[in-house]
């Protein structure tokens, strides 16, 4: 694109991945939601969908399977993205193959199964901090 006499590039992969991770390193929470309960994962699952990106917000604790107002999570739309390469004939990234059949850790599935089936729980029982969890998936 150019404006005014200067080109303007998009950054490569690689820096678009050194500013996630230092946005992280410096205390960006990767699992924030916008307006519409959107994560960082949410966005670069359906947007980006360069799984470098996203597997560097995994690392930093990002969940992948957090859910967004709509109950849609990063997984979902990274299996319509595996989907969609099948159907017009390209082969999707094999890490993002490898993410989405490993298994969720157990903490997760747990809160995912309270808020499912809408289980309650004594507050008062359950440490504050593991509230917000229970509450992000």
Wanted: hydrophobic share 40%.
């Amino acid at each position: 694109m150019e404006r005014k006499g200067i080109v303007l590039e998009t950054p490569s992969k690689e820096l678009q991945i050194a500013v996630i991770r230092l946005f992280l390193e410096l205390g960006a929470d990767p699992n924030a939601k916008d307006a519409a309960g959107l994560t960082p994962l949410h966005w670069l699952s359906m947007y980006s969908k360069d799984f470098g990106q996203a597997q560097v917000v995994m690392e930093h604790g990002g969940h992948i399977d957090q859910a967004d107002y709509n109950r849609q999570t990063p997984l979902m739309h990274f299996r319509q993205c595996i989907g969609k390469a099948y159907a017009i004939g390209r082969l999707p990234d094999p890490r993002l193959q490898a993410l989405i059949h490993t298994v969720l850790p157990l903490s997760c599935l747990a809160a995912q199964v309270l808020r499912q089936n809408q289980i309650l729980f004594d507050v008062k029982e359950i440490p504050a901090t593991l509230h917000s969890f229970v509450r992000r998936h």
